[in-house]
């Protein structure tokens, strides 16, 4: 349970939007990641807030291929 929560103080960002993508996300997708999509996800988490942004808006490309499947869940939301 640390690990989820940690990660949701890590949703906490500095814009409104991806605030609520995060939470979304934490809300409906976390509990569920394996190993690996959990990596990728503290990977995007790592990114700053723009770069995150324009990756789940689809206005940007991930440079990392392996961040897809988190990322793709991400622009569900």
Same mark, same amino acid.
């Given at each position: 349970?640390?690990?989820?929560?940690?990660?949701?103080?890590?949703?906490?960002?500095?814009?409104?939007?991806?605030?609520?993508?995060?939470?979304?996300?934490?809300? *409906?997708?976390? /509990?569920?990641?394996? %190993?690996? #999509?959990? !990596?990728?996800?503290?990977?995007? @988490?790592? &990114?700053?807030?723009?770069?995150?942004? *324009?990756?789940? /808006?689809?206005?940007? %490309?991930? #440079?990392? !291929?392996?961040?897809?499947?988190? @990322?793709? &869940?991400?622009?569900?939301?």
């Amino acid at each position: 349970m640390k690990e989820q929560e940690r990660a949701r103080w890590r949703c906490r960002r500095g814009l409104l939007e991806l605030d609520i993508v995060l939470q979304h996300f934490m809300d *409906e997708y976390y /509990a569920r990641l394996d %190993e690996t #999509e959990l !990596r990728q996800f503290e990977t995007l @988490l790592d &990114l700053p807030d723009n770069d995150l942004w *324009e990756m789940i /808006a689809l206005r940007k %490309e991930a #440079e990392d !291929r392996s961040l897809q499947p988190v @990322l793709r &869940l991400l622009q569900t939301i």
